[in-house]
């Protein structure tokens, strides 16, 4: 028995032309382009850094260290100076790592140079095929994550691509084309899948450092010794971007532990900021320069210390990744979803269509084109918009000099 599927007035549902396949291609070409822009990017720099998993660790002696600021910059940097010797060469170096970290706040900077005080002897790495270049610290690989992001326009692009030009009359009307469908739909829905959990791992990445970490660190801070500590300075800092200006807590402070001075600036465990000047405000004017007070330093690391170790609610800004987990959980599922439905068996498809009608059957479309036209004009634009914001502060970041990947 023979299945026959009609459009109203009998017309056969055609691919585009050229043309109108060229058009398409020059819209995909651009997410494709960006894709192989910033992978070839992001590349360079996973492969600059994993290299220096090669080099040689050897003996190296802690010169002197510090902590700086740039010139005209806020940032607080790491001034380290090492010797060390290589095949019986001696060398000097002041290079931290690849990529010579800044740091906003002073306590980030404290705890990170802590390992590294004058005098001491600690491990570092030797370029083997240029001796004179060493780091101190290799760093991790976590930037290799973000390759998944223009992997993401690249398969969208190349593969639109890929699917225009090879689309024709011919195999549409083909005995196999359900089986082509099938196929198209299933690739498709892991392609959804893999989006999907992109977003899950995105938001479960950002969901750990901003909200599981802190709450981890305020914990343990209970068991902190109480320390008098004296205000170097205090100011209510302002953080400008285009959804407004919110605010955060900027006490700089020192301390003693044996006989050795600290200084600290870290109010909470929580580092972001958020809106309400007044109640910043009100903190800072109960501590004013000179000011001597109750802080808390961890016996095991005397470089940590912390104002305010208790719960406020600026906690709850950290479950804000969630929302990427759920979105990307919900994606995961729905398209799963479909995938498993476009898996039956050959024979079970072919029986399910192998009925006759009298009158040819019409199939219409749930939205018209125009509607299909603004929905994928709308995601594009969304999306777009928000991968914007990110791209055009890393262009910023690489066009300075400092490129910047986490934001």
Request: charged fraction near 15%.
């Amino acid at each position: 028995m023979n299945f026959q599927f009609s459009n109203s007035g009998g017309r056969s549902k055609k691919t585009p032309g050229v043309f109108g396949k060229m058009g398409i291609s020059l819209f995909l070409s651009v997410f494709l382009a960006l894709g192989l822009f910033f992978f070839y990017m992001l590349g360079l720099e996973v492969i600059s850094r994993a290299s220096v998993f090669s080099w040689e660790k050897t003996q190296c002696h802690i010169q002197s260290s510090s902590i700086g600021q740039q010139s005209g910059d806020k940032q607080h940097v790491l001034r380290v100076k090492y010797s060390y010797e290589y095949k019986g060469v001696r060398y000097e170096s002041d290079r931290f790592s690849m990529d010579d970290p800044e740091y906003d706040k002073y306590s980030k900077a404290s705890q990170a140079i802590a390992p590294y005080e004058q005098g001491s002897t600690t491990d570092c790495y030797v370029n083997p095929k240029s001796p004179s270049e060493a780091v101190l610290s290799r760093g991790g690989l976590w930037i290799a994550l973000f390759l998944l992001i223009p992997l993401i326009f690249i398969a969208v692009g190349g593969g639109g691509i890929y699917a225009v030009w090879t689309t024709s009359n011919d195999t549409a009307k083909s005995r196999y084309a359900k089986r082509a469908t099938s196929r198209s739909a299933s690739s498709n829905s892991w392609v959804g899948v893999i989006f999907g959990g992109v977003f899950f791992l995105v938001g479960l990445g950002l969901f750990y450092p901003f909200f599981v970490l802190p709450l981890m660190n305020l914990s343990d801070s209970q068991s902190w010794t109480p320390t008098d500590c004296t205000v170097i300075s205090s100011s209510v800092k302002s953080h400008h971007s285009d959804d407004g200006t919110t605010y955060s807590v900027e006490i700089f402070y020192r301390y003693e532990v044996n006989g050795t001075t600290y200084k600290s600036d870290r109010y909470e465990f929580f580092g972001g900021s958020s809106s309400g000047y007044d109640s910043k405000k009100k903190v800072v004017r109960d501590h004013p320069p000179g000011k001597t007070f109750t802080c808390y330093v961890n016996p095991e690391a005397p470089s940590e210390a912390v104002i305010n170790r208790g719960f406020s609610w600026s906690f709850l800004l950290g479950l804000i990744p969630l929302i990427f987990m759920v979105l990307g959980l919900a994606v995961m599922f729905l398209f799963g979803k479909t995938q498993k439905s476009t898996a039956l068996p050959t024979h079970a498809r072919e029986a399910s269509t192998s009925f006759s009608f009298a009158e040819p059957l019409e199939l219409k479309p749930t939205s018209s084109r125009m509607g299909k036209l603004l929905g994928i004009t709308f995601a594009a634009l969304f999306w777009n918009g928000i991968v914007s914001v990110f791209l055009y502060h890393v262009w910023e970041s690489w066009s300075s000099g400092s490129p910047e990947w986490f934001l």
